[in-house]
């Protein structure tokens, strides 16, 4: 239960289905926040939610793994020019590892979360995950990571729901979270001083040169170390010429290139640290590169740990350290990801 409207509704509709249901809050994230979902209000709207549904309510305290799971490796991607994604990293290795290893010691038969993504079933047995049914909330792509053991623990009671029924079901018995606007930062991240400041506290910053596909030297940027690829913003160039996209980052050499649009289309995408919810799969599939990004047909073939996706028609490309995320033909069913390079 972060404190949310969504696992505050999974929690109601495990009670009413008669589970022994109890409520769990985890505690990250040890410095400043006022996003996300550690922030002390989260876990008070939490506890009293608990109350009102009148189940247990545990605070697990999961700090030292976060911190060596999500934080560390956040602030040694930004170092080497990458741009990481720690929400996923966070389900990987903290709800859906650590927290599903504590449930399991304590006897619980599953871990439920407030997740908008569904759990399904094959003829053989085997289990798929799927988008959530509010396309607008689906979350499939942030928890493509779980395979079958996972899944076979998991539940996402809120998966088969509107985001709108959600919050009718929590409004209909008064949950505080209610109308709890949905969160949407990363929590160790503050809104008053944001990335530069974290990153500041933890890196050193170094000015990098700011040059065009040709070589030839346009401006510096003050902290390379925080420009991603695909940025247009925020790179100190005048204004009033062309748009500019940042093409590649060189954190070695503290060069950033940029170019026009154009430069920036791909026809390949290469991924590694692959994922499967069930068997490697190679061909036609669809692949998306956002928490709310659309599919695009792409064709996959496996060398190794490391995938290659062929884009059907060109497209813009990705900053290495995002996910990639590979669902079916039909854009419903989640087949694994990895991590582009």
């Known amino acids: 239960m972060s404190g949310g409207v969504d ?17 769990v809050t985890m505690k990250l994230w040890g410095g400043d926040s006022d996003t996300g979902c550690c922030s002390v209000s989260d876990v ?35 170092a080497a020019g990458v741009t990481p994604n720690p929400c996923i990293e966070c389900n990987r290795s903290v709800k859906f590892a650590r927290l599903a290893e ?10 439920a979360t407030g997740h908008h993504a569904a759990i399904g079933r094959l003829d053989d047995g085997s289990l798929t995950l799927e988008r959530g049914h509010d396309e607008k909330k689906d979350q499939s792509y942030v928890v493509h990571m779980l395979d079958q053991a996972q899944l076979a623990r998991t539940m996402f009671p809120v998966g088969g729901m509107d985001k709108v029924d959600v919050r009718a079901r929590a409004a209909d018995i008064d949950l505080r979270t209610a109308d709890k ?20 506290d933890r890196i050193p910053f170094r000015r990098g040169s700011v040059v065009d596909m040709s070589g030839a030297t346009l401006g510096e940027v003050e902290a390379v170390e925080m420009v991603t690829v695909g940025q247009r913003k925020g790179l100190g160039l005048p204004g009033g010429g062309p ?12 060069v950033v290139t940029v170019g026009d649009d154009a430069d920036l289309i791909c026809e390949t995408l290469d991924v590694v640290a692959p994922t499967w919810v069930a068997e490697r799969v190679s061909g036609q599939v669809r692949v998306q590169c956002s928490a709310h990004g659309a599919t695009r047909l792409a064709h996959i073939s496996i ?4 995938i290659r996706v062929a884009w059907h028609e060109p497209q813009r490309r990705i900053a290495p350290g995002q ?18 390079v």
């Open 44 to 78: 008070d709207d939490a506890r009293r939610v608990a109350q009102q549904l009148d189940i247990d309510h545990l605070v697990f305290n999961f700090g030292d793994d976060f911190d060596a799971h999500v934080v560390d490796p956040y602030v040694q991607a930004h």
């Open 181 to 200: 606007p949905d969160s949407q930062d990363v929590c160790f991240i503050t809104s008053t001083g944001g990335r530069t400041a974290f990153l500041g």
């Open 7 to 23: 696992s505050s509704v999974a929690a109601l509709l495990l009670k009413e289905q008669g589970h022994e249901v109890v409520g």
């Open 303 to 306: 060398d190794g740990e490391q």
């Open 102 to 111: 504590r449930a399991e010691l304590l006897g619980f038969d599953a871990v």
């Open 243 to 254: 748009k500019r996209y940042v093409v590649d980052v060189d954190v070695t050499n503290q």
């Open 323 to 340: 996910s990639v995320v590979f669902y079916d033909e039909a854009d419903r069913r989640v087949l694994g990801g990895g991590i582009c």
